[in-house]
């Protein structure tokens, strides 16, 4: 476990990625619909438009995602070296 290697599951990190890309709504210049709570829909879409822009990179928009406690129960943020893995 974490504990032991001081690592995080690599297929979990790979999964909270894949989800938060997801939540982006557009690959390779195609968009595509996603479903979830208005709310959640519009957070995400706000912090992906402010990706592009150049607002924030990808660490600091993962750790933002991650820190959502009415999305995850807990602030995620808060699990070492979460952030880090998932943004890389």
Do not use: M
């Amino acid at each position: 476990g974490q504990k032991a290697k001081g690592t995080l599951p690599a297929r979990l990190t790979f999964a909270l990625a894949a989800l938060i890309a997801f939540y982006r709504g557009e690959r390779n210049g195609e968009t595509y619909p996603v479903q979830d709570d208005a709310h959640w829909l519009e957070r995400y879409q706000q912090l992906w438009s402010q990706h592009r822009d150049r607002v924030i990179g990808t660490q600091e928009l993962v750790a933002i995602v991650l820190a959502e406690k009415d999305h995850w129960e807990q602030d995620l943020t808060q699990v070492p070296g979460l952030v880090e893995q998932v943004a890389n």
